[in-house]
């Protein structure tokens, strides 16, 4: 197992918490219990899920940096750097890239994706303790992804609103990571089933975080 997984923390559905470099990071946190302080909180779009004001309450201290888009910026107080696709920004030491999060097989109604990609939703790039780690947002397997490289990768497996468990097993082929890590299950959303048929199909090593409260 790449050692950099045990600093990972998986709160449940897209939402990570990542202890490295003397630094504590948030993604997308969400339904959270007990936990420390953020030096960065990283918030993927505005979707409630992912974006919860009452949640980054609970962690956000007075030096917090949050890095979000400007849909989510909105919904928030405090040190806010906006973003969108493309970016690149290094926030208290760490280095941060934006790549595109969007939808290409998943609609509301014909014609209409759940996260459409004129919406402008992040993924993000981030390197902590020597290792590049890649959230994916909420998103299918998209054409970005083959110019991706991470050593660890965050990868969403319900369906519905983002790839399924074998969509995903296709972006792990396409991105190759040292080892992924499936999302967007649990707190109610999607099935832990997903997550062995991900790890069953896909073609690098998998490990399957345990929900952390």
């Known amino acids: ?115 459409p990609k004129d919406a402008g939703h992040v993924g993000f790039i981030i390197t902590l303790g020597g290792q590049r780690i890649y959230h994916t947002g909420d998103a299918d397997v998209i054409p970005e992804m083959e110019s991706i490289e991470t050593d660890i990768a965050l990868l969403p497996v319900s369906g519905t609103y983002v790839m399924t468990a074998e969509e995903a097993a296709q972006a792990a082929q396409i991105i190759q990571p040292k080892v992924a890590i499936p999302m967007h299950i649990g707190r109610g959303i999607g099935s832990m089933d997903a997550a062995e048929e991900f790890k069953h199909d896909a073609p690098v090593p998998v490990e399957i975080l345990t929900i952390e409260t």
């Not at 997308?28 to 219990?33: A, N, S, T, V, Y």
């Open 1 to 115: 197992m790449n050692p950099m997984v045990e600093n990972i923390h998986w709160l449940g559905h897209a939402s990570f918490r990542i202890e490295a470099d003397d630094l504590v990071v948030y993604i997308d946190p969400w339904q959270l219990g007990r936990g420390p302080e953020a030096d960065i909180i990283l918030i993927t779009h505005e979707h409630q899920d992912h974006c919860s004001p009452d949640d980054v309450a609970k962690i956000q201290k007075a030096d917090t940096v949050i890095v979000t888009i400007g849909a989510s910026a909105e919904k928030l107080k405090g040190q806010i750097e906006i973003v969108k696709p493309g970016d690149y920004l290094t926030v208290k030491g760490v280095p941060i890239e934006t790549v595109p999060a969007y939808n290409l097989t998943k609609f509301r109604s014909p014609g209409d994706p759940f996260h």
